[in-house]
Nanobody, 120 residues
């Protein structure tokens, strides 16, 4: 059974940092592109960052230079380091997998995600 369990969210002031973790199980992490997308109330899912099996990364323009995605295949875990957070980063963050980075946001992960709230 495929499971993706996100953690690390919370309430932080603007300019602060958070590190999200995604614990994966039920599949071989190294075979998939992994990524994070976010969804704020009333808004569509937005791909934030992705990393392919070879380590190539993608970042949305809105987070470039502030967020860093990484993966530890041995620990079956994907991370999202978020620095210089802004109020507009407030959303529920979800981890997902796919055959490519582009597919990360195509289908909801089904997980609960982790809430990130940035106060001004």
């Amino acid at each position: 059974q495929v499971q993706l369990v996100e953690s690390g969210g919370g309430l932080v002031q603007a300019g602060g940092s958070l590190r999200l973790s995604c614990a994966a199980s039920g599949f071989t992490l190294s075979n998939y592109a992994m990524g994070w997308y976010r969804q704020a109330p009333g808004k569509e899912r937005e791909l934030v960052a992705g990393i392919n099996p070879g380590g190539r990364t993608y970042y949305a323009d809105s987070v470039k230079g502030r967020f860093t995605i990484s993966r530890d295949n041995a620990k079956n875990t994907v991370y999202l380091q978020m620095n210089s957070l802004k109020p507009e980063d407030t959303a529920v963050y979800h981890c997902n997998r796919g055959p490519s980075i582009a597919t990360i946001v195509a289908i909801p992960s089904g997980g609960q995600g982790t809430q990130v709230t940035v106060s001004s």
